[in-house]
């Protein structure tokens, strides 16, 4: 495969082992012609919680060296518009990716997992991953598409309907685009974000949206809960406010050990209470957010705090990590 004149290199943030990202100079991939990858010209990639934790400690799904990045928004040489990248490469022929759950592929490979992520220049990535953005969406706006899309496969593994009270746990960039899953459902989130220094990042946000935010699990009834935090804690609060046949979405992983008492294990049976777990999501679940956003981009504009270059990723991971910062996204195009 031939590159333009000078075109042999580009930059990437390569995560090495923990705690060492390194920006340097690696070969830009050549697609094989026999396959159906092309060779994307990231424009944007979002950085997620999840990048950031992968530096600190690693993932289950991750496999070293890695370029991280999974909020991937870029185009293609001599075609016009943009591409949002479903982060994921699946088989394509079992009985999950015909059945339109892609995402629980048993030979799924990730990208920015296990297969070199967006925090490049180029990215090599199966055609039929790239989804066209709507009109008028701005490219890197659209790079929160799929934390977007994860947001509503949660909400669709909840079940949330119409009408239904939907209680949230965190109020970080996650926390608050799940609410506007819940909202896409014609349901009513609230939110429970117990750090006083976030939410006031909150405030642009909930004024365009009426989004209620909570310090505390309030004393009502709801139909359903979301984790987007990681304490475990907020699993007994959300089966207590749960009214009878509610379910519980586990949609961050918890952190560390701890313990279920049995006594939250018979309010699960005596209320007849579903507890389901939603990671990742479709290719479908990417279009919906897709549009989405084209209907209404100033919410997600609003979660963007700012941008920062590749050689700056480093510096913002420790912030991220103590969730100081809302979304920031990586130009790699200058
Ligand atoms: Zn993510
Ligand atoms: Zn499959």
New binding site residues.
């Given amino acids: 495969m031939n590159h333009p004149e000078g075109d042999f290199m580009m930059k990437a943030l390569r995560l090495e082992s923990a705690g060492k990202l390194h920006f340097l100079d690696v070969p830009v991939p050549s697609p094989p012609e026999t396959t159906k990858e092309v060779l994307l010209k990231v424009t944007h990639c979002a950085l997620?919680r999840?990048?950031a934790k992968m530096w600190r400690e690693g993932h289950r799904d991750l496999v070293l060296p890695r370029v991280l990045g999974?909020?991937i928004c870029g185009t293609l040489e001599g075609e016009p518009g943009h591409h949002v990248v479903w982060p994921g490469l699946s088989c394509g022929e079992c009985q999950y990716c015909s059945g339109g759950m892609e995402n629980l592929c048993p030979s799924m490979k990730i990208i920015g997992f296990h297969r070199d992520g967006g925090l490049a220049e180029r990215l090599l990535v199966p055609r039929d991953c790239l989804l066209p953005l709507p009109p008028a969406l701005k490219p890197h706006v659209a790079a929160l598409a799929?934390?977007l899309g994860?947001c509503l496969n949660a909400v669709h593994q909840a079940k949330v309907q119409q009408g239904d009270r939907v209680l949230i746990f965190g109020a970080g960039p996650v926390g608050l685009m799940m609410s506007l899953a819940v909202r896409a459902m014609n349901a009513e989130p609230t939110a429970v974000e117990t750090s006083s220094t976030r939410r006031p990042k909150t405030k642009a946000f909930c004024e365009r949206t009426d989004l209620r935010i909570e310090p505390t699990v309030p004393r009502e009834t709801f139909q359903a809960a979301i984790n987007a935090t990681s304490s475990l804690e907020t699993f007994a609060q959300g089966i207590g406010a749960m009214g009878p046949g509610g379910s519980f979405c586990l949609f961050s992983g918890f952190d560390g050990r701890g313990a279920l008492p049995a006594s939250i294990l018979n309010e699960i049976h005596y209320r007849q209470l579903s507890i389901v777990g939603a990671y990742g999501c479709t290719r479908k679940n990417m279009k919906e957010a897709l549009e989405l956003m084209a209907l209404r981009p100033g919410p997600l504009e609003d979660l963007i705090e700012g941008f920062v270059g590749l050689e700056g990723v480093k510096e913002i991971f420790p912030a991220m990590l103590h969730g100081e910062v809302m979304k920031i996204i990586v130009p790699l195009q200058s």
């Fill in positions: 997620c999840t990048d999974h909020e799929e934390p994860c």
